[in-house]
């Protein structure tokens, strides 16, 4: 059974960096998709990036209000997708979870933020951010 654990997260300062960190277990294969969402309250669930987790490709996909302000790696010897968000706003502030695909689905550009294309989610964390 796949496990995904959330790290990080907790209060940030406007104009500071986010950090947060995504480790699974269980899984026993490649190739699948691992992703970070985010929900403020009040709005749906929408994805922050997703990246490849396999070999012969390094796509990722980023949303439009972090594309340049983010940065995601994934750690094959410890499991963890990590995500790191410079200049965090305000608007930032949010619920975050990490998800993961089952084995071989392929996420394109027009369905990598659906959650409904993810079937393992972590229990998320909250990131406030101070001005």
């Known amino acids: 059974q796949v496990k995904l654990v959330e790290s990080g997260g907790g209060p940030v300062q406007a104009g500071g960096s986010l950090r947060l960190s995504c480790e699974s277990s269980?899984?026993?294969?490649?190739?699948?998709?691992m992703a970070w969402f985010r929900q403020s309250t009040g709005k749906e669930r929408e994805g922050v990036a997703a990246?490849?987790?396999?070999?012969?490709?390094?796509?990722?996909y980023y949303a439009d209000f972090v594309k340049d302000r983010i940065t995601i790696s994934h750690d094959n010897d410890k499991n963890t997708l990590s995500l790191q968000i410079d200049n965090v706003k305000p608007e930032d502030a949010a619920m975050y979870y990490c998800?993961?695909?089952?084995?071989?689905?392929?996420?394109?550009?027009?369905?990598?933020?659906?959650?409904?294309?993810?079937?393992?989610w972590g229990q998320g964390l909250q990131v406030t951010v101070s001005s």
């Open positions: 998800a993961a695909t089952p084995r071989g689905r392929w996420l394109y550009d027009t369905n990598w933020g659906h959650p409904s294309v993810y079937d393992d």
């Open positions: 990246a490849w987790i396999g070999v012969g490709d390094d796509t990722s």
């Open positions: 269980g899984v026993t294969y490649g190739n699948y998709w």
